[in-house]
């Protein structure tokens, strides 16, 4: 773990900000028959927001699970900063830097924001919990959102999926991270929030995280990332800078109306 | 206050439905709109139940308050609140732990089995606590690696222990009569308060800066709150459950002791009104039975409600027929108020 994380740091020097922090080369995981990716290769820019694009099933989140340590690749290999890395648990991949902002907001709805924000990294003293400096970090944590700003001694169970979405994104940004993977982060949300859950998300790499972006929202794509990956059937079908595409051309890479 | 206000969900200050944030500003009214709501009822059900109780028992009869019959309704209590406590850590995470009645027989069967095999009472001591410990590791073991589901593994394990009891026993009970041992639950430091009224409380303590204080405390609400999210922040869900089993096997041995002390013989014969009463004493504190949300102090007054319940009937000359009726009656109407928790 320490000698991982030793590797880490030389190598994303800013001579070469825009390389890749992440990369998939020929990543290949079945489960039984079914072959959920197949040899892709990917890379996520230092500082840019990527976005994972394709249909439902074409394999997107079981491609951010391999980067999260959630699964492993049967063949093929992650490289982190160009050094290839094999995360056993989620636990670990954390611990290189990489977060996940999941789907299904793993908050616990009965815990407060600060213990949610603190989730299995409570700050401790003399083995007991730090509550007061928990709370009071957690406070700054939070009150870097800006918007709408939740209380921290408040249970998750009252917040709006806006707030929690923030409070999940929070957690993720927090604890120097490096990478930011976030699966459909507005999915559940309505338009206000999306707007300022967009907002977090730029600010997050203009604070130099890299994000990884899996959306289904085109315009969302295209307003707020560089690099766009599509997915379809488990194989990464094309690669396009944002700038350089247009959302028509997305469609028809994911339908598979444009061969890549 | 911060306490309360973070560690306990039953506790006073969460906020209700009917106040608020903005309405703080006038303290004495949202206290008086808190109290109108059936939440807050609903939250201090036990307290509330519990002073009802005394109030009508001491109305039709006086002598229920006095200093005999408390002190005797403590001392009752002490094995009930340790055992309700165990069950709330189990509950806690959403399990339930069905043999925890058993497993206490099978404590104190083996206490009761070693002092007749001339070991020193600290063995002995040691011995119940350790049978605890060890049936409440396998309840964890197959629970959280086997996967099998609680129910059906502590339900095995309540005739397993039932039936381990009764054959190391050979159904034959040890009495156990040593003068410092049988006085601990007569004598205390305080008038009213036995010795062990006193390890219940420091039990209770213990389990409430456990479960509010520690890092483990807030993985096993995690993991009963939501077992995702635990897991996805690289919580062990599955050796919290083992850890929580094991503390419920743990502490039924040590209510072993306690219910020897109290009975100076070791019947071994499985009773399970502990086990209705503990899960009970969880319901009546507001702990939530899917999990999360949990209180040391709801039980404890749980359980001390149910034994004031018993007694006072017992005093009032009610016949013993009636006493798991009233249980019975007083548990769902109990549940019937948790609905309208927050």
Known sequence: ??????????????AR???????????????????????????????EITALVGDNGAGKSTLVRCFSGVHKPQSGEVLLDGAPVSFGTPEAAR???????????????DLTVWQNLFLNRELTRFGMLDRRRMRAEAQKMVSTLAVNVPEVTSRVRRLSGGQRQAVSICRAAGFSSRLVIMDEPTAALGVQETARVEELILRLRDEGHAVL????????????????WVMRAGRCVAGRRTDATTGQEIVGLITGAIAA | MSTAATGTPAGPSAPSKASPPDSSGGGGQAAFSRLATVGFWADWAALVGLIVLVAVFTALDPSFL???????????????????????????????DLSIASVTTLGIVVLGQLYAGGQPLAVCFVGAVLAGLLA??????????????????????????????LVLSDGQPVTVTEGFFFDISLDGPVEMVSWIVVAAIVVAVIAHVVLFHTRFGTHVLATGGSPEAATATGISTARVKVAVYAIAGLLAGLAAI??????????????????????AAVVLGGVSLFGGKASILGPVFGALLLTVLLNGLTTLGVSQYYQPLSVGVVVVAAAFLMRFQK
């Open chain 1, 95 to 109: 611990g290189a830097g990489i977060e996940t902002v999941h789907q299904n907001l793993a908050l616990v709805e």
């Open chain 2, 136 to 165: 409440g590791l396998v309840n964890g073991f197959l629970v959280a690696k086997a996967k099998i589901t609680d129910f059906v593994v502590t339900l095995g394990m309540l005739s397993a222990a039932s039936g381990l009891a």
């Open chain 1, 1 to 14: 773990m320490s000698a991982l994380e030793k590797k880490t740091v030389t190598p994303s020097g800013s």
């Open chain 1, 17 to 47: 900000a825009a390389g890749p922090i992440l990369e998939a080369r020929d990543v290949s995981l079945s489960f039984g028959s079914v072959r959920a990716l197949q040899d892709v290769s990917v890379t996520v820019g230092a500082g």
């Open chain 1, 213 to 228: 972006l899996i959306s289904h929202n085109f315009d969302q794509v295209m307003r707020l990332s560089q690099q766009v």
């Open chain 2, 66 to 96: 006095s200093s005999g019959n408390v002190t005797g309704m403590l001392s009752a209590s002490a094995a009930l609140v340790i055992l309700a406590v165990a069950q709330t850590f189990v509950v806690a995470t959403a399990g339930i």
């Open chain 2, 258 to 279: 306690i219910i020897v002390a109290r009975l100076g013989s070791t019947p071994p014969a499985a009773n399970t009104t502990y086990l209705l009463n503990s899960v």
